[in-house]
């Protein structure tokens, strides 16, 4: 063996990005704004009333996040908060421009709410950022998380069915307003499943025989994929609620395979998948007629009226083309159903066009991207899970519900983070943003240089 | 409003928008790009193989010449002595670590010398050190499932000979020349 070849590796540049999160945070509320402003002159050929409230209540949430951020979480990754800033502020725009369609069904203002809903997640937002001190913290709480979970699961199928809600039994409605749990679970089972794999991956990764190319895990390691298995099935079954059961499942086996290392999880987590909607879509009307849907977007809805919700959005995009037809100048009203809160990437779509619609998925991408990095660099094994977990959800929530909208996969109403209309969604997913950047926070953080002369991370180069 | 203002604004919107998305990848660019491969000075030479990955894709080959030559004109405890250790088997195969009469801790424990990522490993598993003589010594410290010297459990201090096996875990680790 030759001399060995060892090199030092260390970071360049400032750990601490703190002032590009400002620049880019000055500009996620410059472009919303803009966005205001179009829509206001395309529509009513004046700057809206409201721009500088608007402006200014933006502007107001996204200091205060910010120094929050400067504050408790220094070293936090510089790109997510003016991600999620943007989004919100575009969403909001999105939401007002669709109250100002008047021809929408079942139209009622709702981007007041969502600005009140939104400003209630940036509270959130601080929160998270000032009290927990630690994510590691979340840790002792494993099995209470999972505890939560699944009683925030359950809450909604033991509610009386009710018109409204459109077959799925999601909500759980307290006097004049109504949460959806299964938003919050979106953090609260990340944290679960974090914590239990944290202690079980190396039986799960170690204990196996090898067959046929793929490691088959022994039978009682079986045990946990199983009863997740088991719990999204009777989500789907008694709530109807395909999203949901396909997020949770699927942010599992993520995990799992993330835990794990092994391949094999993932053909088996894909095996089961399909072979659980294959059994639920043959005894479930929701879950078929959903399946009718997606094969057959443009055949007449059988209530009457024109083409289905699909085909409807899918008119939306289609009209759009490349470019779009410019804020506030498409024809949203035509979406019948859902329009401010599913169908949102609808109207997105024909107003911005091809090329907005991709920056947008581009921008939830480099958010999913900057979770997984954060995970990748994060030293401890929950760290690293957590953040996997909730970007994980967080990317497949977006897949399903843009995969619904333009016909890719069956729909399932989720919502749009972010964007969409909704109370639960939007302080859930700063929340989760907020302990995404907690995470990073450390990740990031320099070591404490030690009193030894000892060095940053040696590599040995091959020989 | 003319139709040419909204065209503008409506352009401009997609432009700003991307504009958005370009400034965040170049941030981006940072992470992607942004570590530097410092040379290793010759007083700092130790830790080697803590467990960390080489990407080796920045650093230019002749540069890893040089301090390949660099690191081999380092002290030499005893003429003749051994001067490196040498992972030969386990995940951690192939990586090297020079002596240069330092204690090298082994274990899995994060600040071990060698971090063994191994199942059967202790945290603190194994110290090798030499003694005023300049003989190196492999020495157990308790560890769960022990150090095996060629075929033997270690329950004392050993002295190492240059090519002899030393097996924790699924781990061996050899003295060369």
Known sequence: MSAPATATIVPQGAPNRRNTELVLLVLAVLIPLFAYADTGLAMDDRVPAGMAEYGLGMGLFALLAHLAVRRFAPYADPLMLPIAALLNGLGLVFIWRLDKARQLAHNFPAAQNQLIWTGLGVALFIGVMALLKDHRLLQRYTYIAGLVALVLLAIPAFMPARASDFGAKIWIHLGGFSIQPGEFVKIVLPVFFAGYLMAKRDALALASRRFLGLYLPRGRDLGPIIAVWLLSLLILVFETDLGTSLLFFGAFVIMLYVATERTSWIVFGLLMAGLGFWAVSGAEAHVQSRITDWLHPLTAAPGGGGVGQIGQSLFALGAGGVLGTGLGQGHSWLIGFAAKSDFILGTIGEELGLAGLMALFLLYALLVERGLRTALAARDPFGKLLAVGLSGAFALQVFIVAGGVTGTIPLTGMTLPFMAQGGSSVITNWALVAILLKISDVARRPAPVPETAAEPTQVVGPS | ?177
Do not use: C
């Open chain 2, 1 to 177: 409003m003319s139709e040419l203002t909204l065209t503008v604004m409506r352009l401009g919107f997609l432009a700003v928008l991307w504009l958005f998305v370009i400034v965040a990848v170049q941030v981006i660019r940072s992470d992607l790009f942004g570590t530097k491969v410092v040379q290793r000075t010759a007083a700092a030479g130790r830790r080697n193989g803590a467990g960390a990955v080489p990407t080796g894709r920045q650093q230019p080959p002749q540069q890893r010449e040089a301090r390949g030559q660099q690191t081999q004109g380092n002290g030499r405890p005893r003429r003749g002595g051994p001067t490196q250790l040498v992972v030969v088997q386990g995940s951690l195969a192939g990586t090297t670590v020079a002596l240069q009469g330092q204690t090298i801790t082994l274990g899995r424990a994060h600040d071990s010398t060698i971090v063994l990522d191994d199942d059967y490993a202790s945290s603190r598993h194994a110290r090798i050190y030499p003694d005023q003589t300049g003989q190196w010594i492999v020495e157990d410290l308790q560890s769960t499932n022990g150090t095996y010297l060629d075929r033997t459990r270690l329950t004392s201090p050993t002295p190492l000979q240059p090519g002899a096996a030393i097996r924790i875990g699924r781990t061996v680790i050899e003295l060369r020349k």
